[in-house]
Structures are given as structure tokens and as C-alpha cells.
T-cell receptor, first 114, second 115 residues
Framework: ETGVTQSPTHLIKTRGQQVTLRCSSQ?????VSWYQQALGQGPQFIFQ???????GRGNFPPRFSGLQFPNYSSELNVNALELDDSALYLC?????????????FGPGTRLTVT | AQSVTQLDSHVSVSEGTPVLLRCNYS??????LFWYVQHPNKGLQLLLK??????LVKGINGFEAEFKKSETSFHLTKPSAHMSDAAEYFC?????????????FGGGTRVLVKP
């Protein structure tokens, strides 16, 4: 069984640029959630995708967008990067888009915006 | 709306002594509650979960937590700390009544284990 994987591991971007982060869900999972973890804080929910549709969104502006593909992998896109976007971005997969199904986390992508 | 408060940002214990990490939650619905652990430069690992079954929940690595609805608490304990327990711990509530099973995290408790 393959766990959740994310790429790249680290990324440095300049303010105003755009970035795409990638996540491969655990085998058999059809739901992917994205979280932002700023330094010294707990992760914050960005959004969730279930069967290629957005299935819930946190308090993040529209410049944070996502996609889910037929194989249930997912992308997080952030446009017009700001310094405050510097954080660890975590992807989590689960077998359902509702209920108390466990979410399994990837190792994260560390984004630095300069 | 749901929220989680972890009452201690840092906890320091000696190896072999008990560990107590305190968590209070607020939820409009019957919540699911979790504890996750994050070791440096690693992802989040689920320690245990409460989903309206037994109020005393046993997890991995000797950790357990007790759900107390009257106190809206879900404290994490371990009888005897090990050096490998040094990490950041997050108490989490799930709003699974809404669309999507969004997880809301507490601010985290960093555990230091002294030899």
C-alpha cells in the first residue's frame, strides 16, 4: 500500500509569482484535503476535493485553487504569491468525502516566498 | 463553528514520567476528535481517534485519551514518557456533519523529554 506523497519537498518563489503543488493520494482513497501550516501554528484547512469536485473550503481567498484528477491525485495552485503564503502545505487523503473517516497526511511541501 | 484549544504550548517531562497534554474543544455537533503527532520534518501521524464509541480511547505507542462531554475535554496521556515521544502534538476536531470532513486543529503542544 502506497502512502500519500507530495512534490516538491521544498520550493522557493518570489512575491507575485504562481506555484503548483502536487499530491498523490493513498491507494484506494478518493478524497484529498489541503492544509496550510504556518511556522509555529496548527494546520489550517484550505479545501477538499471528492471525486474531482470541490467539497468544502476554508477561509482562504480565491487565489488558492485546486484540481483533482481521475486517478484522485490533486494539485494546489496559488496565484499572486504573498510573503504570508510561506508555510508547510500538507495534503491528506481519505476514503470518503464525509463522515469520520481518517485522513492520512503526506510529508508536506515547504514553500518559501521571498 | 468548531474550535480546539490546547492549553499548553510547551510541556517538558523527564523520561519515564507521565505525560499529560490538555485539550478543550467546541463543536455544534457530535464531534469526532483526534490526536495527531508531528515529528520534525515529518508528516502528521494519527495517534488515536474518538468517534462516539468508548469514551476512553487507546492509541499507538502507549497513548490514550478520555472524552469528557461535560467538560468538553479530550486530554491525551501516557504513563511513561520515552525519548522518542519528543514531538509536536495536535488535538483535532472533525466537523463531519458539514460537506466534507474538515479537520480543525489546535495550536499544538511541543513536548520535550529530558533524559
Amino acid at each position: 500500500e502506497t502512502g500519500v506523497t507530495q512534490s516538491p519537498t521544498h520550493l522557493i518563489k518570489t512575491r507575485g509569482q504562481q506555484v503548483t503543488l502536487r499530491c498523490s493520494s493513498q491507494s484506494g482513497h478518493n478524497t484529498v484535503s489541503w492544509y496550510q501550516q504556518a511556522l509555529g501554528q496548527g494546520p489550517q484547512f484550505i479545501f477538499q476535493y471528492y471525486r474531482e469536485e470541490e467539497n468544502g473550503r476554508g477561509n482562504f481567498p480565491p487565489r488558492f485553487s485546486g484540481l483533482q484528477f481521475p486517478n484522485y491525485s490533486s494539485e494546489l495552485n496559488v496565484n499572486a504569491l504573498e510573503l504570508d503564503d510561506s508555510a508547510l502545505y500538507l495534503c491528506a487523503s481519505s476514503s470518503k468525502g464525509w463522515g469520520n473517516y481518517e485522513q492520512y497526511f503526506g510529508p508536506g511541501t515547504r514553500l518559501t516566498v521571498t | 463553528a468548531q474550535s480546539v484549544t490546547q492549553l499548553d504550548s510547551h510541556v517538558s517531562v523527564s523520561e519515564g514520567t507521565p505525560v499529560l497534554l490538555r485539550c478543550n474543544y467546541s463543536s455544534s455537533y457530535s464531534p469526532s476528535l483526534f490526536w495527531y503527532v508531528q515529528h520534525p520534518n515529518k508528516g502528521l501521524q494519527l495517534l488515536l481517534k474518538y468517534t462516539s464509541a468508548a469514551t476512553l480511547v487507546k492509541g499507538i505507542n502507549g497513548f490514550e485519551a478520555e472524552f469528557k462531554k461535560s467538560e468538553t475535554s479530550f486530554h491525551l496521556t501516557k504513563p511513561s514518557a520515552h525519548m522518542s515521544d519528543a514531538a509536536e502534538y495536535f488535538c483535532v476536531v472533525s466537523d463531519h456533519e458539514a460537506a466534507g470532513n474538515k479537520l480543525t486543529f489546535g495550536g499544538g503542544t511541543r513536548v520535550l523529554v529530558k533524559p
